[in-house]
């Protein structure tokens, strides 16, 4: 079972869909942000396996995971730093509170 | 003193469990070593992801997160891509999930812990979760990846052939994104002289 390159996919979609409901469901800012962590790295155990499994990608499956694992920390620096600052003004981490925009 | 050996005795309880597990899949099962690993990280990893988008309290919310990241390192171990794992404990474990656990203590009011964790649409949410996974193993079944049987194992020095040679421009890029993404960070989570505390 570990042979296959199915099962390391069905594995990633599991992944991504767990994340995709937290992002959709949650009410804290850092849980959707935990969730869109857990929907990269969905993507990118799909990327590794598809590195692992298919010949012609060589190496370059292995290469694009490594830059999406950085460009997945930017997005946590910015996107925690922007949440932070929302809450020094709103003093509240919850989502449905931010309504600023809607009056 | 019982209370405080209640977490310990859990803990020890969930390794045995899952070593005992291991041991039935090898023993009894006849399974390979690698299939008896490669089912045990992937339930570990789901079950922690689960519970980062459903716990109450979202210190533990991190904490499973970072359970869930170590599996996942594990499976990038019994896939063939060592270097990977050690990135993903590195920048995940040890970088991203500080960062988290950091942004968490400073935005937690009193009250933070709330009556409602999950917003009034986490039933559609789910609904269309479920509908995502189906799709996403419908068309991974449906579809003919032309894979080889085996799984190709990595030297780390081909990947940084590949990476420093033909991957050398994006490498930095990446690297003069990751600094934008710092000094961004910083701006916006400064505190202005002045301003609201």
């Not at chain 2, 009011?109 to 999950?118: E, N, Q």
């Amino acid at each position: 079972m570990s042979d296959s390159l199915d099962a390391y996919l069905i594995l990633s979609g599991l992944l991504f869909a767990i994340g995709s409901f937290g992002f959709l469901a949650r009410r804290n800012a850092i849980s959707m942000l935990m969730s869109i962590e857990l929907m990269l790295n969905g993507v990118n155990l799909a990327i590794v396996a598809f590195g692992a499994f298919i010949p012609e990608l060589g190496a370059q499956g292995s290469v694009i995971a490594l830059m999406v694992i950085a460009v997945a920390a930017a997005e946590a620096t910015v996107g925690l730093a922007i949440v932070i600052a929302i809450f020094r003004n709103k003093k509240t981490p919850l989502v449905d509170e931010y309504d600023a925009m809607r009056q | 003193m019982a209370r405080r050996l209640v977490p310990i005795i859990l803990a020890l309880a969930v390794i045995g469990a899952v070593i005992g597990i291991a041991a039935i899949m090898l023993v009894v099962l006849g399974q390979d070593w690698e299939d008896a690993l490669f089912w045990i990280l992937a339930a570990v990893m789901l079950g922690a992801g689960l519970l980062v988008v459903t716990m109450r309290d979202i210190i533990r919310c991190g904490l499973a997160m970072m359970v869930c990241f170590g599996a996942l390192a594990g499976i990038y171990v019994v896939l063939g891509a060592p270097l990977i794992a050690a990135a993903q404990v590195i920048v995940y474990i040890g970088a991203i999930s500080v960062l988290i656990l950091f942004a968490i203590m400073l935005t937690q009011t009193k009250d933070a812990p709330s009556r409602l964790v999950f917003q009034t649409q986490a039933v559609p949410a789910a609904i269309s979760a479920v509908v995502i996974a189906v799709v996403i193993a419908l068309s991974i079944g449906a579809t003919d990846w032309a894979e080889v049987p085996e799984r190709i194992r990595l030297a780390t020095d081909a990947l940084s052939q590949v990476l420093f040679n033909d991957f050398v421009l994006p490498f930095e890029i990446v690297s003069v994104i990751l600094l934008a993404a710092v000094v961004g960070g910083v701006f916006l989570a400064k505190r202005e002289p002045g301003g609201p505390s």
